[in-house]
């Protein structure tokens, strides 16, 4: 069955656009996520794409912590390790390939992120109940999502399958030509 539009997968040969100079201008990953990562924590980057973000993870969680860098393309995957190959981050990421129906780690999370990839995932709510199994009791999840591929109310029905799977939803940062917000893990330990 072919995916509905809204759900398609970003090409790997798109990747280039996700990692342009500018970006790094109007959605640095240093101010979004300082606020949400500290040195010695497990993070999370869902659909990490070629690693825009999976850097400056690495960067806030110090020596003593972990990114787990997680994509369904092996392409993505490849473009990360490129970036990392004989850095002192190399040992800090953990390079995942996923499935379509599975995230498939066992590691507890203290902080995940999402940015512009919930929207391609058909079966949000067996995504976000995974999530809650995974991420730790009280964990934070920031969903970043593209205002152009997302209306309002995809987000919103997007925000509800999160609460219907046990998550507290807040207001997100703000990130310039985005929609923004925290999920918190209800799970008790
Ligand atoms: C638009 S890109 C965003 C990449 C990155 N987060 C960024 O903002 O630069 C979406 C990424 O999500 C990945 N993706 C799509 N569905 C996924 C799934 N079910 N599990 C993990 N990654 C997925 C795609 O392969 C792609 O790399």
Redesign the pocket.
């Known amino acids: 069955m072919k995916p509905e539009r809204k759900n398609r997968?970003?090409p790997?040969e798109?990747?280039g656009s996700?990692?342009m100079a500018i970006r790094r201008w109007l959605q640095n990953p240093r101010i979004i996520l300082e606020p949400y990562i500290n040195e010695g924590m497990t993070a999370l980057?869902?659909?990490?794409?070629?690693g825009?973000?999976t850097l400056d993870m690495a960067r806030l969680v110090g020596r003593s912590g972990r990114v787990i860098a997680?994509?369904?393309?092996q392409g993505?995957l490849a473009k990360v390790r490129e970036k990392i190959r004989r850095s002192e981050l190399e040992d800090r990421i953990t390079l995942h390939q996923?499935s379509?129906s599975a995230?498939g780690i066992s590691d507890q999370i203290d902080f995940a992120?999402?940015?512009?990839?919930v929207h391609?995932?058909p079966d949000k709510e067996s995504?976000f109940s995974e999530i809650a199994t995974i991420l730790k009791p009280g964990g934070r999840m920031l969903i970043?999502e593209?205002p152009l591929h997302v209306s309002r109310s995809d987000f919103e029905k997007t925000l509800d399958i999160a609460r219907h799977t046990g998550f507290a939803v807040t207001k997100g940062p703000k990130v310039f030509f985005s929609k923004t917000a925290i999920l918190k893990n209800g799970r008790s330990a």
Request: aromatic residues 16%; glycine residues 6%; proline residues 6%.
């Open positions: 997968v970003c790997v798109l990747a996700l990692d980057d869902l659909g990490c794409g070629p825009f973000f997680v994509d369904l393309q993505m996923c379509e995230i992120l999402a940015f512009y990839m391609e995932i995504f970043v593209p």
